[in-house]
């Protein structure tokens, strides 16, 4: 290798290095800013003032181990209200079926206990298993998942708006009276 390559080489190495800023205040690429992404909480993020809520105000923040706080969350949606149930419907359809089936017995097309074995093994069902917990509970189990629990593996849902996870749970407990027949 020449000199003059390796000069060359030297200086684009010095350059790139030099071009990197970790300045809280002035950033040189907009990927280095701080930001809120989409369905990001981020605490001390205020809306503009005057800005009317589109959903109500602020959720409660319930930790997922914390079941009496989750069990003290009062359901706004009426359980037999049907456009609560259709909505309910049509969300479980997309968030909740591939993992806990059609009728809510844990067997969806992932589910390691499909007729057809998926590749997730533990799916619950949701018929029987939901009688004994509150709508506040299945909520907060909607909107953060597992969140660590040993054992458990479900995602957190809490980019589904809280008017359609309450939804959802109007829907869970429609299966579950139906006893899991479709």
Known sequence: MSRRSAAAGLAVALAALGCEQGSQEWFPQMKK?????????????????????????????????????????????????????????????????????????????????NPKPGPFGGVFPLVGLTTSRSDGYLYNVIRLGSAGTPGFRMPGYDRIPPRDRWDIVNYVRYLDRKGGRP
């Open 33 to 113: 800013q701080i930001a809120v992404q989409a369905f990001e909480d981020r605490e001390g993020f205020a809306p503009p003032e005057g800005a009317v809520s589109v959903a109500g105000g602020p959720e409660p923040q319930v930790g997922r181990l914390d079941v009496a706080a989750a069990d003290a969350l009062v359901n706004p949606r009426d359980p037999a209200d049907l456009r609560s149930l259709q909505n309910g419907e049509k969300q479980y359809t997309i968030f909740c079926l591939a993992c806990h089936g059609a009728t809510g017995m844990g067997d969806g097309p992932v589910s390691a206990t």
